[in-house]
Each structure stands twice: as structure tokens, then as C-alpha cells.
């Protein structure tokens, strides 16, 4: 039986993907694989998050997460906007204020070099610190230097719900929230370098009462600060927020089931060489947890955000959004992959398509693994054939998709993806909703196969218009618009 | 009668009939096996009690903790054992997903061990997953740990094929019913009653139900989850079936509205089950038949669960003096005053300065002399009469200005003559540069 994954494609993005002879046009010239960059998109996924501060009145800053995608379009784009954006490396800090963005909304977040914190320090841009020895590292650039103070996040970490212990692995980052004595003491001590701007956490979780915890300690925090004559600003809840890949529930869960029950032998397999994605099968038993992202997320980017700012505090018994609010608060996120959510597709050719061991098809596609990058995060998704939805399709096919590089690990996922029509050598397969961290996030050039270039794709009144990402500009379609 | 302890009460609960009239089978005579009759509330006394009965000699003078991978009715139950016994008892947990039961089992002096949500950025390497090291931590030599293993421990099983089966077998004069539909949780007490009814009559039928994967239900595994359950074998069903949240609360309000049992959403699901599977057979049945389901709790622990999903079953009127009755006109005619009047107004009038603001807040900053009462409370106040004398001018605050004016303008309908709203609430206060103190 076939087990679809079919990939949740909407707006700009579907119509993109309909431009059939566009994209080969666009394969043809600039080679596979393809990044493609939907930037006005973006701009409406900024504009979903600033709807759900207007709703819970609450002031306060979205801050890109920049290492998401390195695009200078999508980056331009959001600079052309009121948002922020948040700068993980003194290369994204580079980039952001070549794009457009001012100091003040960038937010310099990460492990951070001597170069980068000087930087961002002489630009005003707000240091997220991940410890009183940055702090205190950071302090020391600023008087050598002769800057002006430096507006500083603390990065907080450690925070348990009421009552119960979180089994939380160890986390590399943040200044444990349930001994801040050090960090009062560095902040006192330099008063007149470091500027507390607030508090700050970034949970690696999509799980809501983690972030309840760790907000509601947040505001706990940020009442201590007044306490001792500071005057924070603003709470950071960072990222996390999550995008919907899928189109059906029914078929995520289906999928799932179906796992379960190959990995215990049960049914073949769904996967090459009977991969569990974390799950095993011990004595009959399934052990492990699935590791994979949850596909389908009813509950995600801005909606989640509403979500969270609406859910109420255990102990203060108030809704957190109420509660930053009353107590004057700011709302700082710094969204990643929600603020890409339809922005982009990979394209790729097919250049082979051959019988495999025990009679499965495999596809190769002229691209590698690292240039689509699903599998290392962890997402499973049906690519979509470009002009294969032409009737009569004999379909399902069940395929293996293999990457171009001569490693037995590299599959573009490892995942048996059912067609619904079988492609030849030479068409297109698409990747959509890839702009998240999926486009050449960690490409290189390994036996000096291609890597992608990016191209950025907008509306004018009904067509499509293109250009190469690093000659994007807003500049002169913000004034067309006008 | 007289008891020792309270675990003598465990077992022997009753066999109740639902009414035809309620489920309307022609055929079959459907009976409810009452498991939230036990002492601690339900079904889950049976096993809590048989898998820790063996191990409780010494374990006090050992220093042993009793340890249980459940949030649900097994720890509660375990809980209250230790505690008759002197013994710690520690819940490990994916989430505590129902919050009236994370509260009871904190008052029954538990602690709780969550384990931690899935991540957002996965990290594949990662191949240790929280409840592998959990397992690992509790099953190292010398650790103090009781662990009970609910899920692999065929004394959970025992305990139903000694007890609750034979126990309906009793109550039916001897007689296996044709039918037993059961929720599938830790697989325990279906396993133990299928077991028992098979070695009167291997022909009864033993109908499993598992829950929908897109929501939870209290104590019912999804078809994936039953996989991870030692005790789980699916040839102990002959056919396995799904139940949604709203099937077990639909069943839930059946059987507390019209059978006089407070089931919870898991005794819901099973009878919800039971007539869904049973109304198929019985329009083709030419002799009477039996079959059992079991209530497996109380319905008090799901209040949260049920209002979540069905907030319209609570419902309560409108009342008179609320914000909710506001028109638009009174909206738009609520006295508002900017912060520069407002600082000018306050110096000459003297009017009570009411924030609405939560304590937390109002305790962190505030306007001088101002007092705090919460606007969920105000508007409680409100439905006796006004709170003070309409000779008192009133200047109501909030955050931004608008609960403020909502309450102004039913404070106006309401005959205060002078009572106005914070333009800008608290923040434009701030933002003007006007003073908060904090007392």
C-alpha cells in the first residue's frame, strides 16, 4: 500500500510550482540543485507573528533567525520590514548590517568570538549572553574600547515546573535560573558598561509546558531585577515555533503506525535496510522514542505563539501574555524555520531511474543529501514530480531517492517515497517548504559536485519574476509598490 | 465491616447492569464491572496492590523507593501504598498530561520525574532515548529502587485473571459473558480478565480498544503505543478497535448522566466501545447474550480533560453587571483621561485609584496610592453593587487602557457618576515619565 507523505503546499508556493516551463528554464540555466526564495512570503509570515502581539497588546520585537537560511534576498527582504533579526555568528553579523539592518534591531545570540562581541557592541546591537563570563568578557571590550554601554539579554536556562523535576539533559547553554547570584554580581559590578535589557531562555523543545515554565520564570526573574533597581526591558522566549510540513494528519499518523510495525517485523520495510528512525525492536517489544520531527503540527508559528501567550501560569494563575503585559514587559521571539514556512523549494534533476535490490526503484537525483538536508533534520516529506501531475499516472511507485555522491549513506532520505507517476531521467523533482534550514544548510563541495544557487522569486501583477539571490534588492520594488 | 487496612477493600467490586433503555441493544444484556468502586478510586488498586504485595517486607529498614513509570492511577495507587508503609514514591513520566492528578499525587507526597518533551532542532546522534537512561538508572545494582513495572509485570496480569475475571464469572451465576470489550492501557486487565473467561469458556469474545492518535485519552495506548507494552500480546484480542476523545467523553456523559456512574473518560471509551461494536452483532441476534465492560476510575481527576474539549457542558449565563452586556455606545461614552490630566486630576480630586492589574504585577510597580484589585475580582465585585460610594471619583488603570475602559463605562451604567479610564493604561503612565513606586 502506498504511504504518501503529500507535502503542505499553499499560496505563492503552490503557484510557483505550477510554473512548469519556469523551472526548467531555471534548471536549465543555473544547473541542479536549485534553491528557489519566495521573499514576499516571508513578509507576510513576519506580519502573522506581529498580529499576535497586536492581539495580546503586547510591544516588542521578532528577531530572524538568520542561520536558518543564508539567503541575502530573504535577509534584505526582512531587513525592508520593521523586524529583527537575530545574528548567531560575526559572519551573520556582517551580512545582516550589509542588508539593511540597523544595530539596534539585530541580536547577537551564540557562542560569540572577541571579534564578534566587539562588533556587535560598536554597532548597538543587544548581546543575548549565554553566561556571567561573557558578560564579563563582553564588559571588558566595551572600557577598552571606549564604547557606550551595550544592551544585554541574559540567557537563562534550567527552569522546572512546579513540582516536578524536568529529566532534561545537561544544556551547554544559559545561566542556571535557580542561581542568578553570580549574574546580579557581574551586572552590579558593571553597571556602566552592561545595560540590562532583559531576560531571555531558548528551549529545544515543542513542548508547551517547558515554555510555560521557563516564561513564568522569566517573570519571576525579571521582578528580582527590579527589586535591585535594574529595569529590564524585555523577555526573550526564543524560537521553537515550529512549521506544519504536511498536508494530512491521517497520513502522518498512518505512516507512523506503519513504522512501528515494520520495525517489529511485522510488515516489510519502510525504510532502507529497515532503518527505525530510533525505534528497535527488543524481545517483540518496540523500544527507543521515533526520532524524527512531528511532520504534522496542527499547532505552529504564530498560532503557537498565541498558544503559548494565552496558556495560563501554574502558580501566578493569570495567562502569560496578561502577565508580561501587566508587569510592562516586552515580547522578544526569534522564530526560525516559522517565519520560512512556504518560502522556498529545492529543485533537482532526475538523472537516473533503475531497479534496486528485492525490487524497489531507486531515483538518483543530481544533488546530494547535504544540498536537501531532510534527513539530518529529521523531516519527511513527498517531493513533488514538476509536471507530473499529468492524468492517466500509473502509479504509486515506490521509490528510493539517492544522492549523487559515492557514499552508501548518501540518500536524499531514507524513507521508501511513493510517486504517483514514475519520472524520467530528466524531470524535475521539487522539494517544497525547504527554505527552513533544508537549502545547502551544511553543503559543500565534496568531489567538486555542485552546490546550489539561489534564486529569488516574487509576483509582478501576474507574472513571475526572478534574479539571482545576492542582486535581490526591496529597493526598487518597494517603490514600484509604492 | 471490620478491616486491618485498607487493602483488604481492594477487589470483589460490583457487576452492574446499564439499562436497555439506555443503550438500546435488543440482544444483549450489557453490564458495567464497577472498577472505580475500589478504595483508592480504580481499577488500578488490583494490580498496584499484587505487584508491590511481594516486595513491601524489609523494604522500609532497606531505605527502598517504589518507583513506577506512571502518571495515571497506577502511581496514585502506589502512592497511597507507600505511604501506609513508610516508603518514598517516585512517578517517572512522559508528561503529566491530566493536571488534576500531577496535584493529587503531589499531595500524596510523591515525587515526580518528567521526562522531557521532543526536541524542536533534532540532533540524530542523540540515540539514548530518556526512558532507556531512566530504566538504566533504576535497574543499577544497589540503586534503592522498588520498581513495580507495570507494563512488563505479569503479577498486573495476575491480579485480574485471579481476581476481577473470576469475579464476573461469579456474578453471572457461573456464566462467561459472549462478550468483554476492554480498554487497552498496560494491557494488564484485559490480558488478566480475557485469561480467566477463556478457561471457563474459550469462545468468549474480547474485544480491544485503543486510542485515536491525533488525542489523548486517560489510560488508552494508540495503536503504536501498545507495541512498547510488554504485556501487550495481540492475540489476546480477537478484534482490536479505535475510540476517539469524543467517543470516551460521549460515553463519560452517558454513563454519569444516565446511569448514575461517574465514569472517567476511560470507563466512557469502553462503553462507548462496547455499544458501537455490539450494535453491529445485535441486529443479526436471535438469543439473548451478555457482555461486560469495565469502569476504570472516577470522572472527578478529568475535569480540566472534559472542559477542554466540551467547554459548552459548563457553560454559565451572562450575568447583570458585566463587562461582556457592554453595548457599543456605553463603550465609546466611557470617561477616558490622558496622563497629564490624569496626574492634574488626581492632585485636585483625589480619586481612589483602582489596579486592575494582577498582584504580581501591581506588587512590582505601581501608581502611588493606588490599590489592587484584579480585574477578574473587580468584576466579581461588581455583581453585588459598587464596591464604593458614588461621591469617590474613580480613576480605574490597567495595562494598556482597555479593560480600564470597559470598566469605566459599567461603572457608569451601573450610576457612578465620575469613573475614568487611564488612556494609555500603566505603560503610557510609564512612558510619560510619570512615577511607580514600589512599596
Redesign the interface.
Known amino acids: 500500500m502506498a504511504s504518501y507523505l503529500e507535502a503542505r503546499v499553499e499560496g505563492d508556493l503552490r503557484a510557483l510550482l505550477q510554473q512548469h516551463d519556469l523551472l526548467r528554464t531555471l534548471v536549465d540555466a543555473f544547473g541542479s540543485p536549485l534553491n528557489l526564495v519566495l521573499p514576499d512570503q516571508l513578509v507576510g509570515n513576519v506580519e502573522a507573528f506581529r498580529a499576535v502581539h497586536r492581539d495580546h497588546?503586547l510591544?516588542g520585537q521578532i528577531f530572524f533567525a538568520h542561520k536558518a537560511n543564508r539567503s541575502s534576498a530573504l535577509v534584505r527582504e526582512l531587513a525592508a520590514t520593521d523586524a529583527g533579526i537575530d545574528v548567531a555568528s560575526l559572519g551573520e553579523l556582517q551580512h545582516a548590517l550589509g542588508a539593511g539592518f540597523a544595530g539596534h534591531r539585530i541580536m547577537a545570540t551564540g557562542p560569540k568570538s572577541r571579534d564578534f562581541l566587539w562588533l556587535a557592541a560598536r554597532v548597538g546591537a543587544v548581546v543575548n549572553a549565554d553566561s556571567t563570563a561573557e558578560l564579563t568578557e563582553l564588559a571588558g571590550l566595551v572600557a577598552a574600547h571606549g564604547l557606550p554601554p551595550v544592551r544585554v539579554m541574559a540567557r537563562l536556562s534550567g527552569f522546572s515546573?512546579a513540582?516536578?523535576?524536568?529529566?532534561?539533559?545537561a544544556s551547554r547553554f544559559g545561566i542556571p535560573a535557580d542561581d542568578l547570584g553570580p549574574l546580579w554580581e557581574v551586572l552590579e559590578k558593571y553597571r556602566d558598561e552592561l545595560d540590562l535589557h532583559g531576560f531571555a531562555y531558548h528551549?529545544?523543545?515543542?513542548?508547551l509546558?517547558?515554555k510555560i515554565a521557563a516564561l513564568e520564570g522569566c517573570?519571576r526573574v525579571?521582578?528580582e531585577a527590579?527589586?535591585r533597581g535594574l529595569n529590564p526591558v524585555a523577555v526573550d522566549i526564543g524560537?521553537?515555533f515550529?512549521v506544519n510540513y504536511l498536508a494530512h494528519?491521517a497520513q502522518w499518523?498512518q505512516w507512523?503506525?506503519e513504522l512501528?510495525s515494520a520495525v517489529?517485523g511485522r510488515t516489510p520495510p519502510l525504510t532502507w535496510n529497515g532503518h527505525g528512525y530510533?525505534l528497535r525492536n527488543e524481545n517483540g517489544?518496540?523500544?527507543?522514542?521515533l526520532?524524527?520531527?512531528?511532520a504534522y503540527r496542527p499547532l505552529t508559528g504564530a498560532a503557537y505563539l498565541d498558544r503559548l501567550l494565552a496558556s495560563e501560569s501554574?502558580s501566578?494563575r493569570?495567562p502569560l501574555g496578561?502577565?508580561l503585559?501587566?508587569?510592562?514587559g516586552e515580547l522578544y521571539t526569534e522564530p526560525g524555520r516559522a517565519l520560512l514556512d512556504q518560502c522556498g523549494v529545492v529543485l533537482t534533476r532526475v538523472e537516473e531511474v533503475r531497479p534496486g535490490p528485492g525490487g524497489d526503484l531507486l531515483i538518483r537525483v543530481a544533488a546530494n543529501a547535504r544540498d536537501i538536508s531532510l534527513e539530518?533534520?529529521?523531516v519527511l516529506l513527498d517531493p513533488v514530480l514538476v509536471g507530473g501531475d499529468r492524468p492517466g499516472g500509473d502509479g504509486p511507485y515506490g521509490v528510493y531517492l539517492l544522492g549523487n555522491l559515492c557514499l552508501e549513506s548518501d540518500l536524499i532520505t531514507r524513507r521508501k517515497v511513493f510517486l504517483p507517476t514514475l519520472p524520467s531521467p530528466g524531470d524535475l523533482l521539487a522539494f517544497p517548504n525547504t527554505a527552513g534550514y533544508f537549502m545547502d544548510f551544511s553543503a559543500g563541495r565534496p568531489l567538486m559536485q555542485p552546490t546550489a544557487q539561489t534564486i529569488a522569486a516574487y509576483r509582478d501583477g501576474g507574472s513571475w519574476l526572478w534574479c539571482l539571490d545576492e542582486q535581490y534588492w526591496p529597493v526598487d520594488r518597494r517603490e514600484g509598490t509604492a | 465491616m471490620k478491616y486491618d487496612s485498607i487493602t483488604e477493600v481492594i477487589g470483589d467490586t460490583p457487576l452492574v447492569r446499564i439499562d436497555q433503555a439506555v443503550h438500546g441493544l435488543r440482544h444483549i444484556d450489557l453490564y458495567a464491572k464497577m472498577e472505580l468502586l475500589n478504595p483508592f478510586g480504580s481499577l488500578k488498586d488490583r494490580a498496584a496492590w499484587n505487584m508491590v504485595r511481594p516486595h513491601l517486607a524489609g523494604a522500609a529498614e532497606r531505605g527502598d523507593t517504589l518507583v513506577e513509570l506512571s502518571s495515571g492511577n497506577t502511581a496514585k495507587a502506589l502512592a497511597l501504598i507507600a505511604g501506609l508503609h513508610g516508603l518514598p514514591f517516585r512517578s517517572?513520566t512522559n508528561?503529566?498530561k491530566v493536571?488534576e492528578i500531577?496535584d493529587l499525587l503531589?499531595l500524596l507526597g510523591a515525587?515526580?520525574?518528567?521526562?522531557?518533551?521532543?526536541?524542536?532542532?533534532?540532533d540524530?546522534t542523540?540515540?539514548d532515548?530518556?526512558?532507556?537512561?531512566?530504566y538504566q538508572t533504576i535497574t543499577a545494582g544497589g540503586a534503592g529502587f522498588l520498581h513495580t513495572d507495570q507494563y512488563f509485570n505479569d503479577l498486573n496480569v495476575e491480579a485480574h485473571a485471579r481476581g476481577t475475571g473470576p469475579e464476573i464469572v461469579a456474578d453471572l451465576g457461573g456464566l462467561v459473558p459472549d462478550y468483554f470489550i476492554a480498554c487497552v492501557g498496560t494491557a494488564g486487565s484485559s490480558t488478566g480478565v480475557a485469561r480467566a473467561l477463556r478457561e471457563h469458556d474459550p469462545t468468549v469474545t474480547v474485544v480491544g480498544l485503543v486510542a485515536e492518535?491525533?488525542d489523548f485519552i486517560p489510560g488508552i495506548r494508540n495503536?503504536?503505543e501498545v507495541?512498547?507494552?510488554?504485556l501487550f500480546d495481540p492475540e489476546v484480542y480477537d478484534a482490536i478497535e479505535t475510540i476517539s476523545a469524543d467517543d470516551a467523553i460521549d460515553g463519560l456523559l452517558t454513563l454519569v448522566r444516565r446511569c448514575g456512574t461517574l465514569a472517567g473518560p476511560t470507563g466512557g471509551g469502553a462503553y462507548q466501545g462496547a455499544v458501537r461494536h455490539l450494535r453491529r452483532l445485535d441486529a443479526e441476534l436471535t438469543e439473548r447474550r451478555t457482555a461486560v465492560f469495565i469502569v476504570c476510575d472516577r470522572v472527578e481527576s478529568y475535569m480540566s480533560y472534559v472542559r477542554e474539549r466540551r467547554p459548552e457542558l459548563f457553560r454559565q449565563p451572562a450575568r447583570g453587571n458585566s463587562v461582556g452586556t457592554l453595548t457599543g455606545d456605553e463603550l465609546a461614552a466611557a470617561k477616558v483621561v490622558g496622563v497629564a490630566d490624569a496626574q492634574e486630576w488626581i492632585v485636585k480630586d483625589d480619586p481612589l485609584i483602582v489596579d486592575l492589574?494582577?498582584a504580581?504585577?501591581?506588587?512590582?510597580?505601581h501608581l502611588e496610592g493606588s490599590v489592587n484589585i484584579?480585574d477578574e475580582l473587580f468584576g466579581e465585585m461588581l455583581q453585588g453593587g459598587l464596591p464604593f460610594g458614588r461621591g469617590r471619583p474613580v480613576l480605574l488603570v490597567?495595562?494598556?487602557g482597555?479593560k480600564s475602559a470597559r470598566y469605566a463605562a459599567l461603572l457608569t451604567r451601573m450610576g457612578h457618576p465620575d469613573a475614568r479610564s487611564l488612556d494609555g493604561g500603566?505603560?503610557a503612565w510609564?512612558d510619560a515619565g510619570a512615577a511607580l513606586v514600589?512599596d
Open positions: 497588546r510591544a515546573p513540582g516536578v523535576n524536568v529529566l532534561v539533559r528551549l529545544d523543545t515543542v513542548g509546558p517547558e517573570l525579571l521582578d527590579l527589586e524560537g521553537g515550529g494528519g499518523e507512523t503506525t512501528t517489529l530510533g517489544k518496540v523500544r527507543g522514542v526520532g524524527l520531527y512531528p501554574p501566578l493569570r496578561s502577565l503585559l501587566e508587569s510592562m539530518e533534520h529529521g | 517517572v508528561r503529566m493536571p500531577k503531589l515525587e515526580i520525574d518528567e521526562l522531557p518533551g521532543r526536541a524542536e532542532c533534532l540524530p542523540d540515540t532515548d530518556p526512558l532507556t537512561r531512566m492518535k491525533s495503536i503504536d507495541h512498547e507494552v510488554g492589574r494582577s504580581f504585577a501591581y506588587r512590582a510597580r484584579v490597567c495595562p494598556v482597555e500603566v505603560i510609564r514600589r
